[in-house]
């Protein structure tokens, strides 16, 4: 699970180093500025395709913005896949089972076949879970980027 704490602090950093303020961020994101707010006051977690628009907003990796890593790696982000295909690769690639992925992390087999079929997409934490089980970065996971 994120610590809201931690996210709530670097989107705060990063707004504060680019000269944005809760309104600006929204527009830029086309979110409510009721959600940037939210966001900076810990009351909810981004969902991934927000995460995904503040790290792109603000050139940074995921797992920097979500505090899963202190180093702040500006790279050549790319477009990220479906997830559910993304998912089946990294599986393959690390020789890991969904049935594995399940029992570890204690996701359902629904939300898993919902993500694979891509009716719904994860949550952060359920996306940290995963890359933790899988022992990459988030970035990597959902295809963001190439290093693990």
């Known amino acids: 699970m994120i610590s809201l704490s931690v996210f709530a602090e670097r989107l705060n950093e990063l707004m504060l180093e680019s000269d944005l303020n809760a309104t600006a961020v929204a527009k830029k994101l086309c979110v409510d500025k009721s959600t940037i707010s939210r966001y900076l006051s810990e009351e909810i977690a981004p969902t991934m395709q927000n995460a995904i628009s503040i790290a792109d907003l603000f050139n940074c990796?995921?797992?920097?913005?979500?505090?899963?890593?202190?180093?702040?790696?500006?790279?050549?982000?790319?477009?990220?896949?479906?997830?559910?295909?993304?998912?089946?690769?990294?599986?393959?690639?690390?020789?890991?089972?969904?049935?594995?992925?399940?029992?570890?992390?204690?996701?359902?087999?629904?939300?898993?076949?919902?993500?694979?079929?891509?009716?719904?997409?994860?949550?952060?934490?359920?996306?940290?879970?995963?890359?933790?089980?899988?022992?990459?970065?988030?970035?990597?996971?959902?295809?963001?980027?190439?290093y693990e």
């Open 61 to 146: 990796s995921l797992d920097f913005l979500l505090g899963l890593s202190d180093d702040n790696l500006i790279k050549d982000f790319k477009e990220c896949p479906p997830f559910g295909e993304r998912l089946e690769q990294i599986l393959k690639r690390k020789g890991k089972t969904k049935y594995a992925l399940k029992k570890q992390t204690e996701i359902s087999q629904s939300l898993l076949y919902y993500w694979t079929t891509g009716r719904f997409a994860p949550s952060i934490d359920n996306i940290v879970k995963i890359a933790e089980f899988l022992d990459c970065s988030v970035d990597y996971l959902i295809g963001r980027a190439d």
